[in-house]
């Protein structure tokens, strides 16, 4: 991994055998996999602690299980917070799964969040409520003026941007979504306001490929250039 560089590994949750998966990730890890009720739940998240570790082995030259984690939830302390490589080295990490997508953002550059999220053609229709709870005035006036047929789409667009940025934050939903502006769903991904002291100009965001039906968004915390590299896990087996 270059400097640089932010790299964003996909995976599917049916790639990679659950055996396999099994033998390297943490007890932790297998024991909040067992808490989902779905089976498909339970391989996306299997599959997002897979892809992470592997993909830390491959960039740092160790093997898969000697990668520790560390995931302290900062308000309650349990072990189910955003992921940190205990031994530091610089490297900033986030993952995110939905549908059919498994996405791991690792980079030196800055703290680092990733989102995707699944855009169903058979989905429910575009929520002009919820639109009103998460987007800023003017996000929902940009909104609501584009064709009715385009706004779940172009909502969602905006949702992954946000979401990344308050991942990389670590702020989550915690900080109101709504006061975290962005640039309009036909423009590239950018931040124009936020209540943080970090000035605007020190984000950098950028629209992934995440692949049919789904829709996906990647921000740092830097103020340098920012070059994304996307990678399939197919490499890795």
Not at 56 to 64: C, E, F, I, P, Q
Not at 107 to 118: C, I, S
Not at 205 to 210: C, K, N, P, V
């Amino acid at each position: 991994m270059h400097d640089e560089e932010c790299q964003v590994w996909w995976a599917r949750p049916d790639q990679v055998d659950e055996q396999r998966m099994l033998a390297v990730v943490s007890e932790a890890e297998r024991a909040r996999a067992q808490r989902y009720h779905r089976p498909v739940d339970r391989l996306r998240s299997l599959t997002g602690c897979w892809l992470l570790r592997t993909v830390l082995a491959a960039n740092l030259g160790v093997d898969a299980r000697q990668v520790v984690l560390d995931r302290t939830c900062s308000d309650c302390g349990l072990q189910h917070g955003r992921p940190r490589l205990l031994s530091g080295m610089g490297v900033h990490l986030s993952v995110s799964h939905a549908g059919q997508r498994v996405a791991v953002a690792i980079t030196r550059l800055g703290e680092v969040g990733v989102d995707v999220e699944h855009l169903r053609t058979d989905g429910p229709p575009f929520d002009e409520e919820l639109a009103e709870n998460t987007l800023s005035a003017q996000e929902l006036k940009a909104l609501l003026a584009a064709a009715p047929e385009d706004r779940h789409t172009d909502f969602l667009r905006l949702w992954v941007r946000k979401e990344a940025l308050l991942k990389a934050t670590g702020h989550g939903l915690r900080l109101p979504i709504d006061q975290v502006e962005v640039s309009p769903a036909d423009q590239e991904p950018a931040l124009l306001r936020w209540p943080l002291p970090r000035p605007p100009e020190q984000v950098r965001m950028a629209a992934l490929d995440a692949g049919s039906e789904h829709l996906a968004a990647v921000a740092v915390l830097t103020g340098s250039p920012l070059t994304v590299r996307e990678l399939g896990a197919s490499t890795l087996l």
